[in-house]
């Protein structure tokens, strides 16, 4: 996928290539020793600052994970992502100022994507409804139709007052649109949408302001890097997230360079859908490919890798009446969730082609606060316990 230069490419030449690769990485090693070393003499806190990058394939969560550890430690943006994050304010995905995390102005920044979110999703499902095999049952019904034809012609950006969102209501209570809803993984339909659907009498309400369950729900394409830290004890954790959709990913080579954690974060759910960008490769493999690549890639052989399963509650309920057969064809688990787990975490562990010691998976809720604060615990613990010594990535 040309993000990174892989192990994968030591496959290919036989053994004279590997030996050339080999002694190419040994030099490679020694010049990134005289940087990276460990030195004892230096104080603790020049030491201590563990620079973490979230990787992983659009839509995975990665960016509700940062929000989350924001949400949980940080103090807003750092003040060389200030620029992005004035950016991101003036297309209405703000982040607060240094101190605030997510205050009453920060929140209000959302209404406008939320609303977007909400609009796109129903003409979405509008839309699909008359795209679907007749047989499918799907087709609103004609006593909604005025509500149907005046959300079909809304523009993505129209805010929501009551009496949007009392159309809007009328057609979620359509049976052919919920029938619809139940095959949005034949489309592309971000995972939340009934979130929102849900409350679409508080979203009409004049005075409506997202809380923080909104906004770790609703969906921003991240563009750029953006960056936050935060300090635990006497340690110091930069936090990069990054655009996941295949056009962002040329941008994450400016951020490998002393990296001592990566955290990828991986939707398990998406097992049985395409790729936004080519509407045809499978998500999930895409996912495993992925990994593959940024696991072996030569810049992180010295970072611990922690493999975050990510959507385990949207997984858990799919699971129940989708076969991930329809993805792998060996997996012989049927519906039952243990040993959709265990296979997908072989899966992914065994695209590891190092020896490492530093590899890590945990299975996630990103929407789930105090899932991402136990796990990033976990994180903290392995980088604390390993980091200053084995990793010598601090920066």
């Known amino acids: 996928m040309g993000v990174c230069e892989s192990s994968l490419d030591a496959k290919k030449g036989g053994p004279k290539q590997e030996k050339k690769r080999e002694k190419k990485e040994k030099k490679e090693e020694k010049v990134e020793s005289k940087d990276d070393k460990f030195d004892p003499e230096k104080p603790l806190q020049e030491e201590a600052i563990f620079k973490c990058l979230l990787l992983g394939p659009g839509e995975s969560g990665k960016s509700t994970i940062f929000k989350q550890l924001v949400q949980l430690h940080a103090h807003g943006p750092t003040p060389c992502s200030w620029e992005f994050c004035v950016k991101q304010m003036r297309t209405s995905h703000a982040f607060p100022h240094a101190g605030d995390a997510f205050n009453d102005m920060a929140l209000l920044g959302y209404k406008t994507v939320i609303y977007s979110n909400a609009i796109l999703a129903m003409r979405t499902l509008i839309r699909q409804s008359e795209r679907l095999p007749p047989e499918y049952g799907c087709h609103w019904t004609k006593d909604r139709e005025d509500s149907i034809i005046y959300v079909k012609e809304l523009k993505s950006f129209t805010s929501i007052n009551e009496e949007l969102a009392r159309h809007m209501r009328m057609v979620w209570g359509d049976p052919g649109i919920k029938k619809t809803y139940t095959y949005r993984a034949r489309f592309q339909l971000f995972d939340e949408v009934k979130w929102f659907f849900e409350k679409l009498d508080e979203l009409g309400r004049y005075d409506y302001l997202p809380n923080f369950k909104d906004i770790i729900r609703c969906r921003a394409k991240t563009t750029g890097i953006l960056e936050t830290h935060f300090e635990l004890g006497t340690n110091i954790y930069r936090i990069l997230d990054v655009g996941g959709q295949r056009p962002e990913r040329k941008k994450w080579f ?142």
Do not use: P
Not at 269 to 275: I, K, P, R
Not at 323 to 348: T, V
């Open 254 to 395: 400016n951020c490998f360079e002393r990296v001592a954690c990566i955290i990828y974060v991986a939707a398990i759910n998406e097992y049985d859908q395409v790729l936004y960008e080519d509407g045809v490769t499978n998500r999930m493999h895409e996912s495993l490919d992925l990994f593959e690549e940024i696991c072996n890639c030569r810049w992180f052989r010295k970072s611990a890798i922690m493999l975050f399963l990510n959507k385990d509650d949207i997984f858990r309920e799919k699971i129940k009446t989708i076969d991930m057969k329809c993805c792998f064809q060996d997996y012989d688990g049927g519906c039952n969730y243990d040993n959709a787990i265990e296979y997908l975490k072989k899966e992914f562990l065994g695209r590891n082609h190092y020896q490492r010691k530093n590899l890590y998976c945990h299975v996630t809720c990103a929407t789930d606060t105090s899932s991402v604060k136990h796990t990033f615990t976990k994180v903290k613990d392995v980088l604390v316990r390993v980091g200053i010594r084995d990793l010598g990535l601090l920066t």
